[in-house]
């Protein structure tokens, strides 16, 4: 990449920015295009054609991969995302491709890292409405670590995990080990 694209692309974004951004954000990003524009003799035209190129977007949980397509989906329709598999090893990489212009670009990485976030918190109740619901907890004679009457208790978390638990369905496995006491014959 030649250093007027990387100039082109980096106030591509600054014009996705001027265009999206929030009060003193879109009139600072708007002043700043304006400043670069006219220092380097770049025109309007000449950013419309910085056009679609690819972007990776790192990810770690095979939520947050899908989370990445989904975004793609989103704001370009099917077919302009994609995986990586490895040169050498033929495994998958954590990374997912995307075909699209730099503003459309900013969008959907800020959007991920906001969706990721909300992500992580909601499956962070599921997993604590999933033990619940299974009762996946020490007998009391075993527990030691009992939250003290002392600790704050966020009651809208709470109430999420309940109504997560009622769409949750009880699952019991059959226990392979007896009961103590019961064949101990020696």
Same mark, same amino acid.
């Given at each position: 990449? *030649?250093?007027?694209?990387?100039?082109? !692309? &980096?106030?591509?974004?600054?014009?996705?920015?001027?265009?999206?951004?929030? $009060?003193?954000? &879109?009139?600072?990003?708007?002043?700043?295009?304006?400043?670069?524009?006219?220092?380097?003799? +770049? *025109? @309007?035209?000449?950013?419309?054609?910085?056009?679609?190129?690819?972007?990776?977007?790192?990810?770690? *949980?095979?939520?947050?991969?899908?989370?990445?397509?989904?975004?793609?989906?989103?704001?370009? $329709?099917?077919?302009?995302?994609?995986?990586?598999?490895?040169?050498?090893?033929?495994?998958?990489?954590?990374?997912? $491709?995307?075909?699209?212009? %730099?503003?459309?670009?900013?969008?959907?990485?800020?959007?991920?890292?906001?969706?990721?976030?909300?992500?992580?918190?909601?499956? #962070?109740?599921?997993?604590?409405?999933?033990?619940?619901?299974?009762?996946?907890?020490?007998? %009391?004679?075993? !527990? #030691?670590?009992?939250?003290? #009457?002392?600790?704050?208790? #966020?009651?809208?978390?709470?109430?999420?995990?309940?109504?997560?638990? $009622?769409? +949750? !369905?009880?699952? *019991? &496995?059959?226990?392979?080990?007896?009961?103590?006491?019961?064949? @101990?014959?020696?």
């Amino acid at each position: 990449m *030649t250093e007027r694209e990387r100039l082109l !692309e &980096r106030l591509a974004g600054v014009k996705a920015l001027a265009e999206s951004g929030e $009060g003193g954000e &879109r009139e600072n990003a708007a002043a700043l295009l304006e400043r670069m524009m006219a220092k380097h003799g +770049i *025109t @309007d035209e000449d950013l419309e054609d910085a056009g679609v190129r690819l972007y990776w977007i790192r990810y770690k *949980t095979e939520y947050e991969r899908r989370l990445i397509r989904q975004l793609a989906y989103k704001y370009l $329709g099917s077919g302009h995302s994609f995986g990586c598999v490895g040169t050498y090893s033929n495994r998958p990489r954590k990374n997912v $491709g995307v075909e699209c212009t %730099p503003a459309q670009y900013i969008e959907i990485e800020a959007d991920f890292e906001f969706y990721r976030a909300a992500l992580a918190e909601e499956m #962070d109740i599921f997993y604590s409405a999933f033990l619940q619901k299974n009762d996946l907890f020490p007998p %009391p004679e075993l !527990e #030691d670590q009992r939250p003290s #009457d002392d600790d704050e208790v #966020d009651m809208e978390r709470i109430e999420k995990m309940l109504a997560m638990m $009622g769409g +949750i !369905e009880h699952r *019991t &496995r059959h226990k392979a080990l007896p009961e103590s006491g019961e064949g @101990d014959q020696r």
